[in-house]
């Protein structure tokens, strides 16, 4: 008969066998100057209390002013304001994409030498920096108080920002088109054409539009300095008081920002996934489903929350 195997019984472990718990001293240093950081802004604005109770009430009356009612004999001038601003951001948007193509090209990684790469991206980076209002207000001395100043100031803007989208397009290409391409003996600028371009085109093409609606909304901001457009219209009429006119153009300006960006999210849908779909259509659309998947199985939410669709 063999013996039975003697079972050795666990080593206690102690509080000092336990592994230290991690100090995380730098997360701590970091938290406590992002904390300091809030307290100082936090004073430094000077907050007037009494003022932040007496806001609803004010709020209340100026809306009152402007919407009870607007002055809709203005909406004819109002409308050809919005289309001057709309033209401004179409215009600079457009000689941005002009501009910004070529040269996010030339700064793709593997379609050009570092030598010309990283100085193109740091222009990039560099007009990113600095806001349309602010190029518009540097430009004011040279192209006066003129809608091209405006459409200037979005152009300038637009290449940094459309250049940065479309390196970064280019860059996430499939190398397998352009390895292709390059065995095939096709030149540079046939790599570009037949090896990155049909592969980022849809992208990019929505990159674009979607810099289009972010102009509109810049070009009413340009026009409060004098540039035109619904802008100008606007501050004019809240210097002089003109609170119902003020209404008004609150709406012209709400109702056709909110169609561009339908029309805008239309089109990009189209180019992306080849279908007609109004964004808000899009919205439902997956709520609907979402909701009938929910009834289907209590489960999916549980599944979308850990995923990150539902909030």
Do not use: C
């Not at 040269?103 to 030598?115: D, F, N």
């Not at 809608?147 to 940094?160: P, R």
């Not at 990159?207 to 409060?224: H, Q, T």
């Amino acid at each position: 008969m063999t013996a039975a195997p003697t079972r050795v019984a666990p080593a206690r472990t102690t509080a000092q066998d336990r592994p230290r718990k991690p100090a995380h001293l730098a997360r701590k240093a970091v938290w406590l100057v992002v904390v300091l950081v809030v307290v100082a802004a936090f004073w430094g604005v000077d907050i007037s209390w009494d003022a932040l109770w007496d806001m609803p009430g004010k709020l209340g009356h100026y809306l009152g002013l402007m919407f009870l009612p607007p002055a809709w004999d203005k909406l004819p001038e109002a409308l050809s304001a919005t289309m001057l601003s709309v033209a401004m951001a179409w215009f600079g948007t457009a000689l941005g994409v002009v501009v910004s193509f070529p040269l996010s090209l030339l700064a793709t990684r593997g379609l050009a030498p570092v030598v010309v790469r990283w100085p193109l991206r740091a222009v990039f980076a560099l007009l990113r920096a600095v806001p349309e209002v602010v190029i518009a207000v540097l430009m004011l001395s040279v192209t006066g108080l003129t809608a091209f100043t405006g459409a200037l100031a979005i152009a300038i803007g637009s290449v940094g920002t459309l250049g940065k989208w479309g390196y970064e397009a280019f860059e996430a290409v499939d190398g397998g088109a352009t390895e292709a391409a390059t065995a095939a003996g096709a030149s540079r600028a046939q790599v570009m054409r037949w090896g990155v371009w049909p592969n980022a085109a849809p992208e990019v093409l929505a990159f674009w539009l979607y810099r289009f609606e972010i102009s509109v909304r810049a070009s009413a901001i340009l026009g409060l300095i004098g540039a035109g457009g619904i802008g100008k219209m606007l501050v004019d009429n809240i210097q002089f008081r003109v609170w119902d006119v003020v209404g008004v153009l609150m709406i012209v300006v709400v109702v056709v920002t909110m169609l561009i960006d339908q029309v805008s999210g239309t089109v990009r849908h189209r180019i992306i996934t080849g279908r007609w779909e109004l964004p808000v259509v899009t919205a439902l659309r997956r709520r609907s489903a979402r909701a009938a998947r929910l009834e289907a199985s209590p489960s999916v939410l549980e599944d979308d929350v850990r995923s990150g669709t539902v909030g």
